[in-house]
Nanobody
Framework: VQLQASGGGLVQAGGSLRLSCAAS????????MGWYRQAPGKQRELVAT???????NNIDSVKGRFTISLDNAKNTVDLQMNSLKPEDTAVYSC?????????????WGRGTLVTVSS
């Protein structure tokens, strides 16, 4: 299983970006997908997750600004980021928890850099 992320870039504060991540390969079904981020000098943190058929979970600092969505037909997860702030600057990575073969496995995509200028 591979995860391919796209959509990062440079944006001014208050602007918007949309990140997308597509899972491909031997996928029986997706249990959940999500986005994490790691800012310079900080630990990686969960940004938002969405389980198949379940409710989304966002960290407090992005509530009302970021929206995560999952397309099970396409095996993609998107993160719409609005009202971006300089503190949102980080490398964003997508994660997928996928039923494949005989078990439930975690997969990670390469990070995509989001830079928000003030």
């Amino acid at each position: 299983v591979q995860l391919q992320a796209s959509g990062g870039g440079l944006v001014q504060a208050g602007g918007s970006l949309r990140l997308s991540c597509a899972a491909s390969g031997s996928i029986q079904s997706i249990h959940a997908m999500g986005w994490y981020r790691q800012a310079p000098g900080k630990q990686r943190e969960l940004v938002a997750t969405i389980p198949t058929g379940g409710s989304t979970n966002n960290i407090d600092s992005v509530k009302g600004r970021f929206t995560i969505s999952l397309d099970n037909a396409k095996n993609t997860v998107d993160l719409q980021m609005n009202s971006l702030k300089p503190e949102d600057t980080a490398v964003y990575s997508c994660n997928a928890r996928i039923w494949s073969g005989s078990g439930l496995w975690d997969y990670w995509g390469r990070g995509t850099l989001v830079t928000v200028s003030s």
